[in-house]
């Protein structure tokens, strides 16, 4: 059985140029979460999606981040205009259900912002 | 809103030694709790969770934690420390209530743990 799957794992852009992140989550999972990990920090939540729905958003920086999560295919977390300080791990989890306790993340896209 | 202290950034232990991480976490009423590790360049992979029941959780690894509701505490141990017990140690909450943001996880900072041989 495939786990969460994310890729790239290593995204390389330079200031300004637009960074595309990809969660592809366990078959049958119609929740996604992402999360953001900062150096030398713990993770913190983005947004939670359901297929073609945006659940909560509140964890979302205002401006230049997007996310969604399509019928069909993978969820894309969307970073336009990158700056320095968006240079992060970016970690993608799913879940069968709401109130499902204790889902397991994806290996991560690490995005370093030159 | 709610917090999680994890006292300690970096702990170091000799192989066999016993393994104590510390999390502590603010909440007027009980969360869930959850232990995770992360090894480097990897996912966070889940080690254990409380939800109910039980109050000494039993995990992965030999890993297991107790929750201790007066002291609003959720510590990680392991009797004997191994190499492969190395790694980054995350304590995370959310909260209890159905009808909320139950989804949503609250990350300590982590808790990098070095095994010495």
């Known amino acids: 059985n495939a786990g969460v799957m994310q890729n790239p794992r290593h995204l390389v852009r330079r200031r300004g140029q637009e960074a595309r992140l990809r969660c592809s989550p366990v078959k049958g999972h119609s929740h996604v979460y992402w999360y953001r990990q900062l150096p030398e920090e713990g993770l913190k939540f983005m947004v939670y999606?359901?297929?073609?729905?945006?659940?909560?958003e509140s964890g979302m920086p205002k401006e230049r981040f997007s996310a969604e999560f399509p019928k069909e295919g993978p969820s894309i977390l969307r970073i336009q205009q990158v700056v320095r300080g968006d240079s992060a791990a970016y970690f993608c989890?799913?879940?069968?259900?709401?109130?499902?306790?204790?889902?397991?993340f994806g290996s991560g896209t690490r995005l370093t912002v030159v | 809103a709610q917090s999680v202290t994890q006292l300690g950034s970096h702990v170091s232990v000799s192989e066999g030694a016993l393994v104590l991480l510390r999390c502590n976490y603010s909440s007027s009423v009980p969360p869930y709790l959850f232990w995770y590790v992360q090894y480097p360049n990897q996912g966070l992979q889940l080690l254990l969770k409380?939800?109910?029941?039980?109050?000494l959780v039993k995990g992965i690894n030999g890993f297991e934690a107790e929750f201790k509701k007066s002291e609003t505490s959720f510590h990680l141990t392991k009797p004997s420390a191994h190499m492969s017990d190395a790694a980054e140690y995350f304590c995370?909450?959310?909260?209890?209530?159905?009808?909320?943001?139950?989804?949503?996880?609250?990350f300590g900072k982590g808790t990098l743990l070095t095994v010495n041989p």
């Open positions: 409380y939800t109910t029941g039980a109050t």
């Open positions: 995370a909450v959310s909260d209890r209530d159905s009808g909320g943001s139950n989804y949503k996880l609250t």
């Open positions: 989890a799913s879940s069968p259900r709401q109130g499902y306790y204790g889902y397991t």
């Open positions: 999606l359901q297929k073609e729905n945006i659940i909560d």
